[in-house]
């Protein structure tokens, strides 16, 4: 089973599982206010995990383990959350007077309508959203179907490094968990909101209304381009490409020959996307757009898709209304907080 419904009665750390880090975040909550009790990043080999999927389980295992001794959060259950385009999701009508042993027979039994596997190679979860509009009798049910393997992998992982898989999400509720830390710093009737997220492989598009998910599309353009241009330029090794994009230490041509170009294609994605978005539902507009993962921090980018795209663009960092425990190295969370979206909604599973 995916642990959608499962309570986090002692609190738990999120981790989230990139295709190039480990991100860790622990929460607590002290006079209505959250502070950062532990925050962790570190990287992954290249090929350790591939389009979000785990490909080395025991040295994503042997990172998360570091990233835990470095972080030294106080707990040892932990909640992990698969892909979003690895999970099928479907609202479906339930009566309204079964219980939740009823509702799993039932939905096993319904199963092949909603889910293209075999039954025996699917996790599966269930929640009680809500009494039906139509009917009081029936109830709307939210099912979420993902295939085992992606839920063993993390759960294998999490255990490697000998700690305990609590909570088994999907990275798009994660999102929507830490997108209501996001919502006081919007503007007022931003409504909604778009969430480019710029990671090394891909770029995704998630569309929120009113702090729900209804919109997300993946596109193969990310941050490894901007890489291995640096590297082809420069002579460098990917590694050190790497290094030297992060701590801006290039040439005086690398903004114009290879930082602004990659940007104007990256504007251009963005776009592509929203057409998407706006092609396949009733809006023409978005209220705003927040950036988010590794190249959110692209100096100019902001400004750049702004202009581009005629919205409203900030960085997203979920910690702006926070407070942090001695331990946290401030500076290096706030430049890593548009990377931790998806491992702060996690980190709130422990205040459901």
Do not use: C, W
């Not at 609190?11 to 607590?28: P, R």
């Not at 799993?104 to 293209?116: G, N």
């Not at 480019?196 to 770029?203: K, R």
Request: charged share 25%; hydrophobic share 40%; aromatic share 6%.
């Amino acid at each position: 089973m995916l642990k959608l419904n499962s309570k986090a009665s002692k609190g738990v750390v999120g981790i989230d599982i990139s295709s190039t880090s480990v991100k860790l975040i622990q929460l607590s909550e002290k006079n209505g206010k959250f502070q950062v009790e532990a925050y962790g990043v570190l990287p992954l080999a290249e090929n350790d995990v591939m389009d979000k999927t785990i490909m080395q389980p025991e040295n994503v295992g042997e990172v998360l383990e570091r990233t835990y001794n470095l972080a030294n959060p106080s707990l040892k259950q932990v909640a992990v959350a698969v892909p979003t385009i690895s999970a099928i999701t479907k609202i479906i009508e339930m009566d309204a007077d079964m219980n939740d042993d009823e509702r799993e027979v039932q939905i096993r039994m319904d199963a092949e309508q909603y889910i293209p596997y075999p039954l025996d190679e699917v996790s599966l979860d269930f929640e009680i959203l809500k009494t039906n509009d139509r009917n009081p009798n029936k109830v709307d049910v939210l099912l979420v179907a993902t295939r085992t393997e992606n839920v063993e992998k993390r759960v294998e992982v999490v255990e490697l490094a000998g700690l305990k898989a609590k909570i088994v999400d999907v990275e798009s509720y994660a999102l929507e968990r830490a997108y209501a830390l996001l919502a006081d710093s919007l503007p007022m009737g931003a409504n909604l909101v778009g969430v480019l997220d710029i990671g090394h492989t891909q770029t995704t598009l998630t569309v929120l209304d009113h702090g729900k998910v209804i919109y997300s599309r993946e596109q193969s353009f990310g941050g490894k381009q901007l890489t291995q241009e640096v590297q082809q330029r420069y002579g460098l090794s990917y590694a050190e490409a790497g290094f030297s994009k992060k701590e801006r230490n290039l040439p005086d041509d690398y903004e114009t020959e290879i930082l602004y170009p990659f940007m104007d294609a990256l504007a251009q994605q963005a776009a592509r996307s929203l057409q998407f978005f706006f092609s396949s539902s009733q809006y023409s507009e978005i209220d705003h757009l927040l950036l988010a993962g590794g190249g959110a921090n692209i100096q100019g980018l902001p400004k750049l898709l702004q202009d581009n795209l005629g919205y409203r663009v900030t960085v997203a960092n979920p910690f702006l209304r926070m407070s942090y425990a001695p331990q946290v190295d401030i500076k290096k969370l706030e430049n890593d907080a548009s990377s931790l979206l998806v491992a702060s909604g996690l980190a709130l599973r422990s205040f459901d």
